[in-house]
């Protein structure tokens, strides 16, 4: 039997990362490096670097919701990185590397605000403003197959963080 499979999208930063990270969540069967939310069809890598296409750098994630659910992979990712930078993730600095949700159904637009609000009340973010985005997906667009698995082919790896 085939196993039921659900999309989500994330943009959190570099995409390598992003992407490294989620392909170790349990249950998670594929993630796909690419662009979303911009407004100019099929962009390159260069293009989005010099912020003509309003594109963020995201991560398309092909999960078992049997094994892992949205709400889950919501929470790995404000683990697997800082959602109060705006525009930027550590060095990387430009609105590709905006913290993003990409919602594809309105189910997950709403566990993923609702998400946004639960963590906003928590010890972590109390002092510091949560300002990913969140809206419905538009259309994704694979990066350049240079990107796909970048770190397990060229070395450097981003672990699961613990907590």
Same mark, same amino acid.
């Given at each position: 039997?085939?196993?039921?499979?659900?999309?989500a999208?994330?943009?959190g930063?570099?995409?390598?990362?992003?992407e490294?990270?989620?392909?170790?969540?349990?249950? @998670?069967?594929?993630?796909?490096?690419?662009?979303?939310?911009?407004?100019?069809?099929?962009?390159?890598?260069?293009? %989005?670097?010099a912020?003509?296409?309003?594109?963020?750098?995201?991560? /398309?994630?092909?999960f078992?919701?049997?094994? %892992?659910?949205? /709400?889950?992979?919501?929470?790995?990712?404000?683990?697997?990185?800082?959602?109060t930078?705006?525009?930027?993730q550590?060095?990387?600095?430009?609105?590709q590397?905006?913290s993003?949700?990409?919602?594809?159904?309105?189910e997950?637009?709403?566990?993923?605000?609702?998400?946004?609000? *639960?963590?906003?009340?928590?010890?972590?973010?109390?002092? /510091?403003?949560? @300002?990913?985005v969140?809206?419905p997906?538009?259309?994704?667009?694979?990066a350049? *197959?240079?990107?796909?698995?970048y770190h397990?082919?060229?070395?450097?790896?981003?672990?699961?963080?613990?907590?």
């Amino acid at each position: 039997l085939p196993v039921k499979t659900e999309t989500a999208y994330f943009a959190g930063g570099c995409f390598w990362g992003v992407e490294e990270r989620f392909q170790q969540v349990p249950g @998670v069967l594929d993630a796909v490096s690419g662009y979303q939310g911009g407004t100019t069809s099929r962009p390159t890598y260069k293009q %989005v670097c010099a912020d003509q296409t309003g594109h963020a750098e995201t991560v /398309r994630v092909t999960f078992d919701p049997a094994r %892992v659910t949205y /709400r889950q992979l919501l929470e790995w990712f404000f683990k697997f990185h800082d959602p109060t930078q705006l525009n930027r993730q550590g060095p990387d600095v430009g609105t590709q590397y905006r913290s993003a949700i990409f919602a594809a159904n309105d189910e997950q637009l709403k566990d993923a605000r609702a998400c946004i609000d *639960e963590l906003s009340k928590t010890d972590r973010f109390r002092n /510091r403003k949560i @300002v990913t985005v969140v809206e419905p997906a538009k259309p994704f667009y694979e990066a350049e *197959e240079y990107h796909q698995d970048y770190h397990a082919r060229h070395g450097g790896s981003c672990p699961l963080p613990t907590r």
